[in-house]
Nanobody
Framework: QVQLVESGGGLVQPGGSLRLSCTASGFTFQYSGMAWYRQPPGKERELVASISSSGGHAKYADSVRGRFTISRDNDRNTVYLQMNSLKPEDTAVYYC???????WGRGTQVTVSS
């Protein structure tokens, strides 16, 4: 059974940092590219960042490039999203996604507010 479990969300002040984690099970994680998406309140879901199966290649949305870093640990079946210099407009539910399986996690809420 495929599972993607996100954690690490919460409330943070503008300029702060959070690290999201997504732990995978039920498929061969080390051979699967992974991605993080987010859905701000009242808006459509959007791609934040993606990473290749080896971790050697990453892509970012223009809105987060230079502030967010996606990484993975294939020994722990986990993909991370380090988010720095957070802004109120980063407020959203963040979802982990396995493109090869078209499978979504349940999401974790990130709220950036003073």
């Amino acid at each position: 059974q495929v599972q993607l479990v996100e954690s690490g969300g919460g409330l943070v002040q503008p300029g702060g940092s959070l690290r999201l984690s997504c732990t995978a099970s039920g498929f061969t994680f080390q051979y699967s590219g992974m991605a993080w998406y987010r859905q701000p309140p009242g808006k459509e879901r959007e791609l934040v960042a993606s990473i290749s199966s080896s971790g050697g290649h990453a892509k970012y949305a223009d809105s987060v490039r230079g502030r967010f870093t996606i990484s993975r640990d294939n020994d722990r079946n986990t993909v991370y999203l380090q988010m720095n210099s957070l802004k109120p407009e980063d407020t959203a539910v963040y979802y982990c996604y396995a493109p090869t399986l078209s499978y979504w996690g349940r999401g974790t809420q990130v709220t950036v507010s003073s």
